[in-house]
């Protein structure tokens, strides 16, 4: 079946860094935008990073500058480097892929980040 598995998240305090990962399987996904969103306690889910299937990159207003998505279509993985960390980054993590068209949308599960001291 085809699968989107995060990984990475983890307790950081403020100022540091975490990689997340996004491992996919099932399907290749060179033809989809790659994204991750996040989602807060008691808020809805918001848009984090983008990176398309040639490479083009997005970032929220809230994480430019200190973070940065990449993709290895080798590995079918997409990446979210996070710099400068802050409390209000504190969010369940969830990566995407997005035809962009007619196909089926996925989502993982989720991977939580904490940022507190």
């Known amino acids: 079946q085809v699968q989107l598995v995060e990984s990475g998240g983890g307790l950081v305090q403020p100022g540091g860094s975490l990689r997340l990962s996004c491992a996919a399987s099932?399907?290749?996904?060179?033809?989809?935008?790659m994204g991750w969103f996040r989602q807060a306690p008691g808020k809805e889910r918001e848009f984090v990073a983008v990176?398309?299937?040639?490479?083009?990159?997005f970032y929220a207003d809230s994480v430019k500058g200190r973070f940065t998505i990449s993709r290895d279509g080798a590995k079918n993985a997409v990446y979210l480097q996070m710099n400068s960390l802050k409390p209000e980054d504190t969010a369940v993590y969830y990566c995407?892929?997005?035809?962009?068209?007619?196909?089926?949308?996925?989502w993982g599960q989720g991977t939580q980040v904490t940022v507190s001291s």
């Open positions: 995407n892929a997005d035809p962009h068209g007619p196909w089926v949308e996925y």
């Open positions: 990176i398309g299937w040639n490479g083009n990159t």
């Open positions: 099932g399907r290749t996904f060179s033809n989809y935008a």
